[in-house]
C-alpha cells in the first residue's frame, strides 16, 4: 500500500469521481522497510528494494505466508489484480508462486519507477505495471476478469467500501477477495457488498486482513 493523490470518491451512478488536489505526499526514510522478500515460489527468499514513500506500508511476511496459505500456495494459471500495489508485495508474490497475469496499479510515478525497476529485475513478463488513480483504472476493467483481487489501501482514507465493490464486480464467481483494514470488517457498519462473505480473518499487530468470497460460491 502507499498513499494515494488525488482521492477518489464514489458519484452518482456507479461512477468514480477525483476529490481536489490538496495533500501531496511527502517522503521519509524512516517510513518504509529498506526492501521485501519473496517468501514462497519461483522466486523464493529473493529481497527486493522499497521506495521510502512516507505511509508505504508492505504487507509483513507473517501476514503473507498466512494469506498465501488460504490462497492454497500454488496460484499457477490465475490472473490476479494488486489495486493498491504500494511495494508491490503481494503482486509480486502471486507472480512467484505460478500466476499467470498480475496487474499492479499504482499512482505514485516514483513507486511505480521503483516497481518496474524490481519487475526488470526479475524478468517477470507476466506483470503489468499501471499507472494511475486505482479507482479509475478498476472502472475501466472488464467484469470477472479476475481469480483473486488484492485490496491494500491507505488506512488513512475510507476507500474500503468503493474498493470492495470494485473488487466484487471484477471477480468471477469463483473468484476471492483479499482485504487489509485497520479494524475488522464484522458488523452491520461494515462495507462489505452483500454478494460478498468474509471467509477467513486474522490480525497481525494493528492489521487485520480478509479473505471474502462470493456467496453461493463452491468449497
Request: aromatic fraction near 6%.
Amino acid at each position: 500500500m502507499s498513499p494515494r493523490s488525488p482521492s477518489p470518491q464514489p458519484a452518482a451512478g456507479g461512477r468514480t469521481q477525483t476529490a481536489p488536489r490538496g495533500r501531496v505526499p511527502s517522503f521519509s526514510a524512516r517510513q518504509a522497510p529498506a526492501q521485501v522478500r519473496i517468501i514462497g515460489g519461483r522466486w523464493k527468499r529473493t529481497p527486493l528494494p522499497v521506495l521510502d514513500a512516507e505511509g508505504l506500508r508492505p504487507t509483513p511476511d507473517r501476514v503473507r505466508e498466512t494469506l498465501f496459505n488460504w490462497l492454497g500456495q500454488d496460484l499457477t494459471g490465475q490472473r490476479c489484480l494488486d489495486l493498491f500495489a504500494g511495494s508491490g508485495a503481494l503482486g509480486f508474490e502471486a507472480a512467484s508462486r505460478g500466476a499467470a497475469h498480475v496487474t499492479m496499479v499504482e499512482a505514485n510515478p516514483r513507486v511505480v519507477r521503483q516497481l518496474r525497476d524490481n519487475q526488470g529485475r526479475l524478468g517477470a513478463e507476466q506483470i503489468q505495471i499501471v499507472q494511475g488513480d486505482a479507482f479509475a483504472i478498476a472502472a475501466q476493467m472488464p467484469a470477472a476478469s479476475f481469480d483473486v483481487v488484492f485490496l491494500d489501501p491507505p488506512f488513512a482514507e475510507d476507500w474500503i467500501g468503493p474498493a470492495l465493490a470494485h473488487a466484487e464486480r471484477l471477480t468471477h464467481a469463483a473468484g476471492l477477495v483479499y482485504v487489509e483494514s485497520e479494524s475488522p470488517l464484522h458488523g452491520a457498519d461494515a462495507p462489505v457488498p452483500a454478494s460478498l462473505e468474509i471467509v477467513r480473518h486474522a490480525r497481525a499487530g494493528a492489521v487485520h486482513f480478509h479473505l471474502l468470497r462470493h456467496r453461493g460460491a463452491a468449497d
